[in-house]
C-alpha cells in the first residue's frame, strides 16, 4: 500500500489559521506583533525564503520589516543594527537572512540577536533550554518536523529515530526534540559506516542530509515515517529531496514530499514563534 502523504501546505494553511486568531487576540490587547528579517547582500535563494516569510507574516496578520543592506555592509555596522532592534519594543522578532557574507562572523550575529528575540531558535540560550526540556524558541525545521508527525497521529515515545545528518540548523536540534519526545535516537552522517543498517531499522527516518535521491527504497524500514528535508536541484532544474520518493512511497506509512513538505513548516513555525514572542512581551508588560 502507497505511503500517505504529510501535506505540509495543507497543515501549514492550518496552523497559519490558528495563528491568525492568536494575532487577533494580542492585537485586541494593544499590540501589533512585528518581524524584522535583516538581509545582507542579494542572494538569489534568501530573497526567495524572504519572500515567503513575509508572505505567511502578512496572512496572519504579523508585522513585517525587511532591512537589505549590501554586501560591503561591515560585521560592526550589522551588530549595531541587531542591538537597535533588540532594544526597539515594537518589534518582537529578529531574524537576520543567512548565509552571510564571508567577512561577517555567522556566530557573533547569531549571538548579539537578544534570546527573547531570537525567533529563528538558535541563539546558544535557546538552544541550552532546548537540550533541557524548557520553553523557549525552537528552530524553525525541526519544531516543524515533529509538528508534521504529530499532526497524523504517529506515537513518537519509545519509537527508533534515525537522524541523516548533524547540521547545527537541523539534524542535531531535530534528534533532540524527539528524544525530547522519549524516541531513541540515532544519528548518521557521512562517516557512519553500513549507513542503511541503521535506516532499516529506524520507525521514523529524517533524511538531512542534502544529496539529492540519497535514501533509496531498499534503504526504509516497511512501514516507517520520513520525513525529507532535503531540497536539491537536479540539473534537470527539477526539486527533489534527499529520498528517493517514488520508491520510498511504496515502503514508508507516511511521507513528506519535495517540494510542499517541510519547507511551508518551517515558515509557519518561524510565524508561530514570533506570535509567541508578542504574547510574552504582552504579559510582561
Do not use: W
Request: charged share 20%.
Amino acid at each position: 500500500m502507497a505511503a500517505i502523504i504529510i501535506d505540509g501546505k495543507q497543515l501549514s494553511t492550518t496552523k497559519r489559521n490558528e495563528l491568525a486568531k492568536e494575532v487577533e487576540q494580542i492585537k485586541e490587547g494593544g499590540l501589533l506583533p512585528k518581524l524584522v528579517v535583516i538581509l545582507v547582500g542579494d542572494n538569489p535563494a534568501s530573497l526567495s525564503y524572504i519572500r515567503g516569510k513575509k508572505k505567511a507574516a502578512e496572512e496572519i496578520g504579523v508585522g513585517f520589516q525587511l532591512e537589505h543592506y549590501p554586501e560591503s555592509l561591515t560585521e560592526k555596522e550589522l551588530l549595531d543594527v541587531i542591538e537597535s532592534y533588540n532594544n526597539n519594543d515594537e518589534y518582537h522578532g529578529i531574524l537576520v537572512q543567512l548565509p552571510l557574507p564571508a567577512h561577517i562572523d555567522e556566530t557573533a550575529v547569531v549571538e548579539t540577536i537578544s534570546p527573547l528575540k531570537d525567533v529563528d531558535g538558535f541563539h546558544p540560550v535557546n538552544i541550552g533550554r532546548m537540550m533541557t526540556g524548557q520553553d523557549t524558541f525552537l528552530p524553525c525545521t525541526p519544531a516543524g518536523i515533529v509538528e508534521m508527525i504529530k499532526s497524523v497521529g504517529v506515537e513518537i515515545s519509545g519509537k527508533n529515530v534515525v537522524v541523516v545528518g548533524r547540521s547545527n540548523i537541523v539534524g542535531k536540534p531535530v534528534g533532540q526534540l524527539l528524544l525530547n519526545e522519549h524516541a531513541t535516537v540515532t544519528y548518521c552522517h557521512s562517516k557512519t559506516q553500513n549507513l542503511s543498517s541503521y535506516t532499516k531499522d529506524a520507525d521514523i527516518l529524517v533524511a538531512a542530509v542534502g544529496r539529492a535521491n540519497f535514501i533509496k527504497g531498499e534503504d526504509i524500514k516497511p512501514g516507517a515515517v520520513v520525513i525529507d528535508v532535503g531540497v536539491n536541484r537536479l540539473d534537470t532544474g527539477k526539486l527533489c529531496g534527499d529520498v528517493v520518493f517514488d520508491e520510498a512511497k511504496e515502503v514508508a506509512s507516511y511521507l513528506t514530499p519535495v517540494p510542499g513538505g517541510v519547507g511551508p513548516m518551517t515558515i509557519t513555525m518561524l510565524a508561530h514563534n514570533t506570535v509567541q514572542s508578542a504574547k510574552r512581551f504582552l504579559e510582561g508588560k
